[in-house]
């Protein structure tokens, strides 16, 4: 289970490597599972990459 504040790795190739929750999106839903969609902010990044450390996105949960 993912909950704010949780951090996660990023599993594709758009330039983030760590990433932090920080709102589980859905019906003041506390806690995200495989599927869901959740807005979290890039802590760590690639140089020269698409995506930019404190930018914030949004994420699918496809393994936990």
């Known amino acids: 289970?993912?909950?704010?504040?949780?951090?996660?790795?990023?599993?594709?190739n758009s330039g983030a490597r760590?990433?932090?929750?920080?709102?589980?999106?859905?019906?003041?839903?506390?806690?995200?599972?495989i599927g869901d969609i959740i807005i979290g902010v890039v802590k760590d990044a690639i140089p020269n990459m698409?995506?930019?450390?404190?930018s914030v996105v949004r994420a699918v949960i496809v393994r936990t």
């Open 1 to 12: 289970m993912i909950q704010q504040e949780t951090y996660l790795n990023v599993a594709d």
């Open 50 to 54: 698409a995506v930019k450390r404190s």
């Open 18 to 33: 760590k990433l932090m929750c920080i709102r589980v999106l859905g019906n003041n839903r506390k806690y995200a599972n």
